[in-house]
């Protein structure tokens, strides 16, 4: 899987970074792409990229602020002059149905696909489709905000080529078989139980995206034991006291969330427009103080997962 930032700006855009908007590209047989949050001109910057809108089959909506959703009706419309027929989902909290139709309405804008718009009204489980379980929790925003957590299922253990090797196990059909965890019959009149050579589960990955938020403690669990997570760090650790009353977070927050919930990556982004690009090496440095394992987003920046 690979994590494609569109912008990574917070509330307005700047010359060097558009607002919010992400995308998840599955890499999986579906080819499908999940887009989080969808601020203004989100659509111009994935002409940048290689994200192609008729892959993009949903989308997440942290929250109804406007540096987050501006962009959702023309990049729908979008969608859809380009003749896409494969339908789309949207998650977001209440008021996300009545903002995409009144838009669609207004504009005399209608769309080649059928979409599905689902909002959310509590915390808990979403779905679970193409190897993928997704919930949510909420979060501490003055709006209803909402942080998602995927976890992708276990895969299948490998096999032991080195037993297989070792027994002069030779290659063949039936090693297929033996990854299933068949028993099978050797041209040679052994009898082989597959799950005798398959090594453990392959534990599945987890990746927690967050909605702008001060600290809460439904964070931990949002965040519990993730691969990687993706949360605000709008402003510098000095400035603790302003980001909190707007309901948001500082560098030193994100990263203390991410060392006691014991996740392996953070991924720092919704950074002020106070800040130039040259300021992100003070505020990256601030976060690996705390927790080393911390990268900074910028746009069209992409992490392999």
């Known amino acids: 899987m690979e994590l494609i930032f569109l912008g990574t700006n917070a509330g307005v855009p700047s010359k060097d970074r558009n607002v919010t908007s992400m995308v998840l590209d599955l890499q999986n047989k579906q080819k499908s792409m999940w887009m989080f949050d969808c601020g203004e001109a989100t659509q111009h910057q994935i002409l940048h990229t290689r994200v ?4 993009l089959n949903k989308i997440f909506i ?7 959703i501006f962009g959702l009706p023309g990049l729908l419309c979008s969608r859809s002059m380009g003749g896409t027929e494969a339908g789309l989902t949207v998650y977001g909290p209440a008021g996300i149905k009545d903002f995409i139709e009144t838009s669609l309405t ?23 489709e193409e190897g993928m379980k997704v919930s949510c929790e909420a979060l501490s925003h003055p709006v209803p905000c909402f942080g998602y957590r995927l976890e992708e299922e276990n895969s299948p253990g490998k096999l032991d080529a080195l037993k297989l090797k070792a ?18 019959t050797l041209p040679d009149g052994r009898v082989i139980d597959g799950q005798e050579y398959i090594g453990p589960e392959i534990k599945g990955r987890c990746i927690a995206i967050f909605g702008d938020t001060q600290p809460t403690p439904d964070a931990l669990k949002l965040a519990n034991n993730a691969d990687v997570i993706v949360h605000e760090a709008t402003f510098k650790h000095e400035m603790a006291e302003q980001a909190n009353s707007r309901g ?12 006691d919930a014991n996740v392996k990556k953070l991924i720092i982004t919704h950074i002020s427009s106070r800040y130039l690009p040259e300021d992100c090496v003070e505020l990256l440095n601030e976060c690996q103080h705390v927790f080393s394992h911390t990268e900074i987003a910028a ?3 992409v992490f392999k997962l």
């Open 299 to 301: 746009d069209f920046a």
């Open 52 to 55: 192609k809108l008729p892959r």
């Open 248 to 259: 948001h977070s500082t560098t030193v927050q994100a990263t203390t969330l991410a060392k």
């Open 62 to 68: 942290t929250h109804l602020h406007g540096d987050h």
């Open 167 to 184: 027994e002069n196990i030779p290659t063949g059909p039936w090693l297929q078989e033996l990854k299933q965890g068949k028993t099978i």
């Open 106 to 128: 207004l504009s005399h804008s209608y769309l080649t696909y059928p979409i599905n718009i689902v909002e959310i009204d509590a915390a808990g489980f979403l779905f679970e």
